[in-house]
Nanobody
Framework: QVQLVESGGGLVQPGGSLRLSCAAS????????MDWYRQAPGKQRELVASISKGGRTNYADSVKGRFTISRDNAKKTVSLQMNSLKPEDTAVYYC???????????????WGQGTQVTVSS
């Protein structure tokens, strides 16, 4: 069974930094795109950043220049370095990945359980 487990959320002051990590485990054949989404109270879930298997990245305009997504294919992990955090970055952050399990012949979307990030003084 494939699982994604996030870590690294917490409370930080405006202007501070946090690093989120997400590890995939289970019977995995391959991992394609890996993404970070976030959902603030009363708002829709939005894509924050994505990274392809080859390392091509894409960011939401609201986080460009402040957040950096990276991945380690050997360790099956994806990270999100968040700098210059703002109160409007407060949300639950979710890891998402397109994973092909060994017993399946196709890729499916998997989600982590979410980790809370709160930016407040």
């Amino acid at each position: 069974q494939v699982q994604l487990v996030e870590s690294g959320g917490g409370l930080v002051q405006p202007g501070g930094s946090l690093r989120l990590s997400c590890a995939a485990s289970g019977s995995i054949f391959s991992i394609n795109d890996m993404d970070w989404y976030r959902q603030a109270p009363g708002k829709q879930r939005e894509l924050v950043a994505s990274i392809s298997k080859g390392g091509r990245t894409n960011y939401a305009d609201s986080v460009k220049g402040r957040f950096t997504i990276s991945r380690d294919n050997a360790k099956k992990t994806v990270s999100l370095q968040m700098n210059s955090l703002k109160p409007e970055d407060t949300a639950v952050y979710y890891c998402n990945a397109a994973i092909q399990a060994r017993e399946l012949g196709y890729s499916s979307s998997y989600w982590g359980q979410g980790t809370q990030v709160t930016v407040s003084s």
